[in-house]
């Protein structure tokens, strides 16, 4: 396993895999990076953090990236800040037009026993798994790549996304070679029903992505890699963090897919939502020509955008 100090998600090797989203710009003073994107139906371009989360290595300096992007010819910029961001880093929050909590992540403390980390459901349906299931971490992710893409193919027709987080087959082959990069596999009789991605930044692994066949989901594939994960990372790293919920920061109790991250945690953080309107006359101009809604989603012309 390759360790980073890297802040892995503002690395020009991860944006890079986002290509299809658009173009990447460097924020020189803070040193992340976000996206250009065309606005739909106009001639203008806005700017997004890195899905799923915004990191930078210099979270002072990004008052300084605001004011050069304001007179940059951007209509806006949106962005979801990891939540290990560190709690003085909040201040800077006041350089944003909108701030709203965005997910609560939930994340498992590695130096907590076992025992104390897993709820006692997990742990039933851990030992039930790992009666069927093996496990394989293989040294060069890159060559399970088609592997891969089949069974991120089948996540996304389960959940019949067509949005971004479509990612395509050339985006995984430049994700899956970074040094960050640490791949689960779950192999029942020989065939594989299941993996899980995590990326390495510094003292966090985060569980970036994990796809399962219709075998996987009934032998609790997920259980067993997220158990297992916990063992591999222990000793390498301080923290998982296992993400959110499916829905908001709201709703993270309804949520069955929080309920079950919540399951492996010692404790939970706060993603953040920022946005910034960074042409203030032209974001108007656009909301009022799509005639978009200006409180519930940001950029307000962009509501509706994961529902298309």
């Known amino acids: 396993m390759r360790l980073s100090n890297r802040q892995v998600y503002a690395t020009s090797d991860y944006v890079s895999s986002l290509a299809a989203i658009g173009k990447a ?12 994107r065309a606005v739909p139906e106009t001639d203008a371009f ?5 899905y799923p989360l915004f990191q930078c290595q210099y979270w002072d300096k990004l008052p300084e ?17 990891d939540p290990m961001l560190e709690e003085g880093d909040r201040n800077l929050f006041g350089c944003f037009d909108v701030v709203r909590p965005f997910k609560r992540h939930f994340l498992t403390d590695l130096e907590c026993p076992y025992e104390q980390s897993v709820s006692r459901h997990h742990r039933y349906y851990v030992r039930k798994s790992s009666k069927d299931l093996e496990l394989d971490v293989p040294a060069e992710p890159i060559a399970y790549l088609g592997e891969w893409c089949q069974l991120y193919e089948q996540l996304m027709a389960r959940h019949a996304c067509n949005d971004f987080r479509r990612f395509s087959r050339e985006a995984f082959a430049q994700l899956l070679v970074m040094p960050e990069v640490v791949l689960f596999r779950a192999i029942a009789k020989g065939e594989t029903v299941g993996a899980q991605i995590f990326l390495l930044s510094g003292d966090v692994a985060h569980a970036h992505q994990a796809a399962f066949t219709s075998e996987g989901y009934r032998l609790g594939a997920s259980y067993f890699l997220d158990a297992e994960a916990i063992v591999y990372l222990r000793g390498s790293v301080n923290y998982i963090n296992w993400g959110g919920g499916a829905g908001s920061v709201d709703d993270e109790t309804g949520c069955g897919l929080s309920r079950y991250k919540a399951g492996w945690s010692t404790e939970s953080r706060l993603s953040y939502m920022l946005g910034k309107i960074t042409d203030p006359p032209r974001y108007q101009d656009i909301v009022a020509r799509c005639q978009a809604s200006t409180l519930d989603y940001f950029p307000a012309y962009r509501a509706g955008e994961f529902s298309k």
């Open 25 to 36: 710009r460097e924020l020189v003073n803070s040193c992340g990076k976000v996206i250009e």
């Open 65 to 81: 990236d605001l004011r050069v992007l304001s007179g940059s010819g951007l209509v806006s910029l949106v962005l979801v800040t």
């Open 46 to 50: 806005d700017a997004m953090g890195p």
